[in-house]
């Protein structure tokens, strides 16, 4: 009878939280160039949703699991893929979504509007879902979400600081979307939820733009300013139990 010697068989990694409906996922690890999704869910949308380097981002940056990236506000983002249909499922207004990331600031008081993720420009006259750091004007260190729909816009501005004003912290940030009436809720650490409702008629058409990481879609707007770990972008809601498993106490859950 023959044996197999040193062989063994390699099992995919637990899954932490149900993956289902987890179209991308970002760890960060990567040491340079392609931004990698590393979702392996049934709706994953693949490579398509792999990110292209532009400027010069810093990787293997010291994140909160692993390694993440950082990008310095001038000029660094990725390009999640060239559609401008595979994210429609964030502004058509036909389904629920989560987006989860960790995020730590490189700089405060930008006196800008930094854009975290979009894929369109800052006026309403684009198709996009965007993310960001507003602190123009008399808004101070606001996250921002808005949805527009080609001839107009609807947005959730947070209390002032929601976003502190800490380069030293990472925060866990998590943005629900809600179809049916049209909710936005926003956590910060699991906590701190806050939301808005209103009437709005989502557009099912293409997204004016590609979907950017750390910049506006049409790149008009500021570049973000910080440092990025641990993104994951669903087309259902996330259950409070879910985010909490994600946090972690703080320490981060990597899904696979």
């Known amino acids: 009878m023959g044996f197999l010697v040193n062989s063994f068989i390699e099992f995919p990694a637990p899954i932490v939280v149900d993956d289902t409906g987890l179209i991308a996922y970002y760890k960060f690890d990567e040491s340079s160039g392609t931004l990698l999704n ?15 380097e532009n400027g010069n981002p810093t990787y293997d940056v010291s994140g909160v699991i692993d390694t993440a990236i950082s990008l310095d506000g001038t000029g660094d983002y990725f390009v999640l893929g060239t559609s401008q249909s595979q994210w429609n499922v964030l502004h058509n207004g036909l389904s629920d979504w989560t987006v989860c990331f960790w995020m730590k600031l490189n700089a405060v008081d930008p006196s800008a509007y930094q854009s975290m993720l979009s894929d369109g420009a800052t006026s309403g006259t684009d198709i996009q879902v965007g993310i960001a ?37 990472w925060y866990f940030y998590t943005i629900t979307y809600t179809a049916s009436g049209d909710v936005f809720n926003v956590y910060r650490d699991t906590a701190n939820n806050e939301n808005n409702t209103s009437t709005f008629t989502n557009s099912t058409s293409n ?30 809601l996330l259950s409070s139990d879910e985010i909490g498993e994600l946090y972690n106490s703080g320490s981060g859950l990597a899904i696979y």
């Open 133 to 169: 750091l507003d602190d123009t004007g008399a808004r101070d260190h606001k996250l921002q979400v808005l949805i527009t729909n080609g001839s107009g816009q609807r947005y959730l501005n947070t209390s002032d600081d929601f976003i502190p004003k800490n380069t030293s912290t």
């Open 207 to 236: 997204s004016s733009d590609p979907m950017s990481l750390g910049s506006v879609g049409d790149h008009s707007a500021s570049d973000m300013n910080a440092i990025f770990d641990e993104m994951s972008i669903w087309s259902r």
């Open 38 to 52: 590393k979702s392996i869910s049934g709706e994953t949308l693949g490579t398509n949703a792999n990110g292209a």
